[in-house]
């Protein structure tokens, strides 16, 4: 249920445990790791755009670690179920959280029970990528980009309805917030995935919604869906043609991003080297172009200490989203 108003809760004192958690000040040397496999959580179902880049990320990593990297789904309750297991998971670096911003940045504003605090329980790691997410319609609706999208729910209010991967999504919070701007009503579907949502946009089971970046494109290009626009601050390299929404006349640009991060407490050496890993990673041509190819820009280099400034500066900026389109989950 949605409703008003948004509780703050304490968002303040947990963007700021960000910049105190312990990498900050040393820890024991992890000699000999890794010695096992890893686990990589991926807190969403197998197949989506989460799925896809974790499961190239892992593949790089085991091949520069020389040990499995080991991909598990997780899903369920807008990434909360997958996150929960990390965030409770030994700080040995030997499990490891692939997650969509959402999952840090948004949960933590719009949900009034938490089962983890995101800035206590877990470490920024290394960001892997960041970009806006798609809003696709079915061709019936006859939709081009959002005005039309805008204009039928002015003039049909609470008849449409829209999808997102689940509550308290980015896809969530955004048509909330556009919502909020335009002044319409439209009736929220949370799905379980992004996989599952363009299933049933391909089937016309529900008309419109917001997807991740990269699992809709080739429907997109086959003319199956319509890609009405993209968030964030720059247009899909597979997609050049589709506007993002501010260039529609929505200013909210926020890129959103999937990012790596282990358990609070996890040794200083191992998040330094996984950083390290995976921004090696990042810069080789062939993943620049893999990511291109499912409508990523090319992937930012960050430290970790850039990475947690990314997440606090991504908290305020969802917050005050979340407090236009007084969003909040029950």
């Known amino acids: 249920m949605i409703h008003s108003p948004l509780r703050r809760r304490t968002l303040l004192a947990g963007a700021a445990l960000f910049a105190l958690q312990p990498w900050a000040y ?13 686990k990589l959580v991926v807190p969403g179902p197998p197949g989506a755009g989460m799925d896809i880049f974790a499961r190239l990320i892992a593949a790089k990593l085991h091949a520069a670690l020389r040990q499995p990297v080991v991909v598990e789904n ?10 929960d297991a990390v965030a409770k998971a030994p700080a040995d670096g030997y499990t490891l959280l692939f997650t969509p911003s959402s999952a840090i940045a948004i949960n933590p504003i719009i949900q009034p029970r938490m089962p983890y605090d995101a800035a206590k329980d877990l ?18 609706t006859g939709f081009k980009r959002l005005a039309d999208l805008v204009r039928y729910a002015k003039a049909h ?3 449409l309805v829209y ?13 909330e917030g556009i919502k909020a701007h335009y002044g319409v009503s439209m009736q929220h579907i949370p799905f379980k995935g992004s996989a599952q949502l363009v299933t049933d946009l391909l089937a016309n089971n529900i ?20 890609a009405l626009g993209v968030t964030g601050s720059a247009r899909g390299p597979a997609l050049p043609d589709v506007p993002t929404l501010a260039e529609q006349g929505y200013r ?6 999937y990012g790596v991060f282990a358990p609070a407490g996890t040794p200083p050496e191992i998040v330094q080297r996984l950083n390290q890993e995976i921004n090696r990673i990042l810069s080789t041509e062939d993943v620049i172009q893999q990511f291109s190819l499912q409508n990523m820009p090319r992937p930012p280099i960050k430290s970790v200490s850039q990475f ?17 389109a007084k969003l909040q989950i029950d």
């Open 26 to 38: 040393g820890s024991i040397a992890a000699q000999g790791w890794p010695s096992r496999p890893i």
């Open 74 to 83: 997780k899903p369920g309750a807008n990434s909360l179920i997958g996150t």
């Open 123 to 140: 470490m920024p790691v290394a960001q892997v990528g960041a970009s806006g997410i798609l809003l696709v319609a079915n061709p019936s």
């Open 157 to 159: 209010p609470d008849k």
């Open 163 to 175: 999808g997102s991967w689940g509550n308290g999504s980015t896809g969530h919070l955004v048509m």
């Open 207 to 226: 008309p419109v919604g917001f997807t991740d970046i990269a699992s809709p494109v080739p429907h997109i290009r086959s003319g199956k869906l319509v």
């Open 252 to 257: 909210f640009d926020k890129d959103g991003w």
């Open 308 to 324: 947690a400034a990314t997440v606090r500066q991504d908290i305020d900026a969802w917050q005050n989203l979340a407090k236009v």
